[in-house]
Structure formats: C-alpha cells, structure tokens
Nanobody
Framework: EVKLVESGGGLVQTGGSLRLSCAAS????????IGWFRQVPGKDREGIAC????????LYADSAKGRFTISTDSTWDTVFLRMDALQPDDTALYYC??????????????????WGQGTQVTVSS
C-alpha cells in the first residue's frame, strides 16, 4: 500500500522559510514522479514542484520558481520541499503526491495520483 506522510508545516512570518518532508513507502516502481501540491479553500489543488525519479528532472509552478526547491534523500525514501521567501499567498494545505508515470507534467494534471494527508503552511503578514 502506497503511503505518503508529510511533515514540516507550520506558522512562519513573511519572508521566512520552511522545509516540508514527505516519507514515501509501499511501492516498487523504479521510475515515477513525486512532488508537492497545495490547496486553499475554494480553489483547485495546484501542482507546485515535482521530481522525476528516472532522470532527476524537476518541474516547478511559476509561483514556486526561484523560491522553492524540491529534493530527495539518497534513497528517495523522503522528498523535501524547501520554501524560502514565503509570502501570505503561500498559505495553503500542502500535499505530497506520487504518480507511477515518471512525467511531472502528467502528474500535475492527473486524477490518479496518490496523496498524503497534507500539512498546513500559514504565512503571517
């Protein structure tokens, strides 16, 4: 059973930083896409950052470019999202996502992702 467990959310002031973690387990695919989405009430879930396990390529939403960095540990058991220069607009519930197809653009649009339970990020002004 695929299991994604997020941690690291919290309250931070504008301009601050956070690092989210996602512990991923329960699958045996060698090539896949894993990444982060976020959602605010009343809006669709938005793909923020993704990394392809096959080639290490990353994909970022425009809102994340230059401020957020996705990375993994050496075993790819944990995926991180480093978020710098946080703004109130970054306030959202952040979800870890996994897709067995190793294509980040596909994962950003897919209805077949596996999801974690989410971790709340709140940026105060």
């Amino acid at each position: 059973e695929v299991k994604l467990v997020e941690s690291g959310g919290g309250l931070v002031q504008t301009g601050g930083s956070l690092r989210l973690s996602c512990a991923a387990s329960g699958f045996t695919w060698s090539d896949y896409a894993i990444g982060w989405f976020r959602q605010v009430p009343g809006k669709d879930r938005e793909g923020i950052a993704c990394i392809n396990s096959g080639n290490g390529r990353t994909l970022y939403a425009d809102s994340a470019k230059g401020r957020f960095t996705i990375s993994t540990d050496s075993t790819w058991d944990t995926v991180f999202l480093r978020m710098d220069a946080l703004q109130p607009d970054d306030t959202a519930l952040y979800y870890c996502a996994l897709n067995s197809a190793p294509f980040c653009q596909h994962m950003f649009k897919s209805d077949l992702n596996y999801w974690g339970q989410g971790t709340q990020v709140t940026v105060s002004s």
